[in-house]
């Protein structure tokens, strides 16, 4: 039963470019989102953040977009740069919990 | 502080075999956390300590796997009579007291291959 949903498996964006990754989830009860970025051989890494008060967030090139009554929330990269190549993980967690859910994965790939 | 540190960083066993796995997490954080993440898919949870206590474990951990955190430092994770199905990357994460609020930090991984 997969709670966290990435769709795309990946995506390609030339340099100076946005990037748009997107996440569905099914859980109403999740509260908390976050963004993780992975690279070959490495640990998951946390990105950027967003609590379900809130329907954005915004670090420097990074912004997370929550959309609760679609169950949807997006990761906007901009502009794109080639160290942003990775795996991008959406994970979501419940109030009071200590786990998260994470979805598939999408592979990004920002072409110079 | 080098962060979350996993060892081996690869092991190949044969079917059937034990296996353990350690995971040093950063020194001043008091939960730590086990994730399976087979190929293609994200990580799942395993299970879930806050010091020595363990207090939350998956489905997916089954009766051949056990995990312990004596004196609340390091951990470990079992596995026995390994199975084809077992092959993944174990990751091991660690939190301080705002545990999921802040994310994790995660180590870099124990790839198991069972042949």
């Known amino acids: 039963d997969q709670q966290v949903k990435q769709n795309s498996p990946s995506l390609s964006v030339q340099e100076g470019r946005i990037s748009i990754l997107n996440c569905d989830y099914t859980n109403s009860m999740f509260d908390y989102f976050l963004w993780y970025k992975k690279y070959p051989a490495e640990g998951p890494t946390f990105l950027i953040s967003?609590?379900?008060?809130?329907d954005k967030n915004e670090d420097g090139r990074f912004t997370v977009f929550l959309n609760k009554s679609a169950k949807h929330l997006s990761l906007h990269i901009v502009p794109s740069q080639p160290g942003d190549s990775a795996v991008y993980f959406c994970a979501a967690s419940v109030v009071g919990g200590n786990q998260f859910y994470f979805g598939t994965g999408t592979s990004l790939t920002v072409i110079p | 502080d080098t962060g979350v540190s996993q060892n081996p960083r690869h092991k190949i066993t044969k079917r059937g075999q034990n296996v353990t796995f350690r995971c040093d997490p950063i020194?001043?954080?008091?939960?730590l956390y086990w994730y399976r993440q087979t190929l293609g898919q994200g990580p799942e949870f395993l299970t879930y300590?806050?010091?020595?206590?363990?207090?939350?474990k998956s489905r997916l951990l089954s009766d051949r796997f056990s995990a312990e955190r004596p004196k609340g430092s390091f951990s470990t994770l079992e596995i026995q009579r390994t199975e084809q199905g077992d092959s993944a990357m174990y990751l091991c994460a660690s939190s301080g007291r705002g545990g999921t609020y802040y994310g994790y930090t995660f180590g870099s991984g124990t790839r198991l291959t069972v042949v």
């Open positions: 967003i609590s379900s008060i809130k």
């Open positions: 300590f806050q010091n020595e206590a363990q207090l939350e």
């Open positions: 020194s001043e954080h008091n939960r």
